[in-house]
């Protein structure tokens, strides 16, 4: 598995434990439909069949679910990780103990084709930035206890991360200005907060309007600003008031049909919530084969 993407150490997340609660969640005291109907020490292959044109993603946790269930099942791989696949195409083949293949079977299957449609979904959109500049970044609208997985499948789709979670990155959103009674209120507590904790965080505040926007640049003291739900005239004009002494963030329910506008006007990151909250998952298929 590549160190650069290794979940348990860039997004704190134990591969290992999640296989073991998923199994457990599935097994439980046994396979019974298997068990019941297949001999112990009957041998099988089966492949992963893609039935749908993207980009794949979880092969490597494929491989660790297979190990974890039956460290004898050998496993073939044809495509790597982030690679563009088309219907028709054979992602692995997996052989060794029947029993062992079909209770690796729903949990691979779940976890590949929700992570290749995270992939494929991203990739469309950072191939609609292409020559921009500007990156396409995820957000904190996740599954909740699978945010690892979700988050390694947008890098996977040529994608980045926004910040993982609420611990490594100060993000000052309409909440926290209102509760903090404005954004120059707001600003202040977080320095003096990042201060007293000797703590090193990059600050970012969100914007609802170019008033917002003029009043975070008379403050200063962040790294970037969000510019969240803005028409496309008035990110242009927010973008040339900051005129590049702040990161730049564009959000709020952009889509496919309209990112590439928004890339246009030179804004840093674009990011887009549903590449996690409401994606379709890719079909794929892991069939028996002679």
Request: glycine content about 8%; some cysteine; hydrophobic content about 40%.
């Amino acid at each position: 598995m590549s160190k650069k993407l290794l979940p348990e150490t860039r997004y704190k997340f134990s591969i290992s434990k999640f296989i073991d609660q998923a199994l457990a969640e599935d097994v439980g005291d046994g396979d019974h439909t298997s068990l019941s109907c297949i001999p112990a020490s009957a041998k099988g292959k089966a492949h992963l069949l893609v039935k749908e044109d993207g980009i794949v993603a979880g092969v490597e946790l494929a491989l660790e679910i297979f190990k974890k269930v039956d460290k004898l099942l050998k496993v073939k791989v044809f495509i790597k990780d982030g690679s563009p696949i088309k219907k028709g195409d054979i992602v692995l083949i997996v052989e060794g103990k029947s029993q062992s293949i079909l209770v690796a079977e729903r949990l691979v299957l779940n976890c590949m084709q929700r992570m290749s449609g995270i992939a494929t979904a991203t990739n469309k959109l950072v191939q609609l930035c292409k020559g921009t500049g500007t990156k396409v970044i995820d957000t904190r609208k996740t599954t909740p206890t699978i945010r690892g997985l979700e988050k390694w499948a947008v890098v996977l789709g040529g994608g980045a991360n926004h910040r993982i979670g609420l611990y490594d990155m100060i993000l000052i959103k309409d909440n926290h200005v209102d509760y903090a009674g404005g954004i120059s209120q707001a600003i202040h507590a977080a320095n003096n907060y990042l201060k007293s904790k000797k703590k090193k965080l990059k600050i970012e505040i969100e914007t609802r309007n170019l008033q917002e926007v003029q009043q975070v640049l008379e403050t200063g003291r962040v790294n970037r600003i969000m510019l969240d739900n803005f028409s496309i005239p008035d990110l242009k004009k927010a973008l040339k008031l900051i005129a590049g002494k702040y990161e730049t963030e564009a959000s709020g329910g952009i889509t496919e049909k309209t990112i590439a506008s928004y890339a246009a006007c030179g804004v840093d990151y674009i990011s887009v919530g549903a590449l996690t909250h409401s994606i379709k998952s890719l079909d794929l298929s892991l069939k028996a084969i002679d």
